[in-house]
Nanobody
């Protein structure tokens, strides 16, 4: 599976962005899809995930109520709608595909190249 993330950019605090991650291959629907982010000088951290089949979602506490992950299996794409953005959301955002519904980086087998989100105050 090859993943291509897009949609990052510069936005003011309180604004919104929608990230997209397009996947190659015909097995997209069989993967758990996740979004992670890495701020400068920090470890890559889990943001959100969506399972295969029932599309159950899970978020890290800092983005609950502001971010929404969704997937369109017909388009082989996963999205991350980000609202009420804060300067601390500034990071490179990565999409990932795995077989296990987990927040751990090591459980994801495939990674996109990342897209930069910058939130100005």
């Amino acid at each position: 599976v090859q993943l291509q993330a897009s949609g990052g950019g510069l936005v003011q605090a309180g604004g919104s962005l929608r990230l997209s991650c397009a996947a190659s291959g015909r097995t997209f629907g069989s993967y758990v899809m996740g979004w992670f982010r890495q701020a400068p000088g920090k470890e890559r951290e889990f943001v959100a995930r969506i399972t295969r089949g029932d599309d159950t979602t899970y978020y890290t506490n800092s983005v609950k109520g502001r971010f929404t992950i969704s997937r369109d299996n017909a388009k082989n794409t996963v999205y991350l709608q980000m609202n009420s953005l804060k300067p601390e959301d500034t990071a490179v955002y990565y999409c990932a595909a795995g077989r296990v519904a987990s927040s751990l980086k090591r459980t994801y087998d495939y990674w996109g190249q990342g897209t930069l989100v910058t939130v100005s105050s």
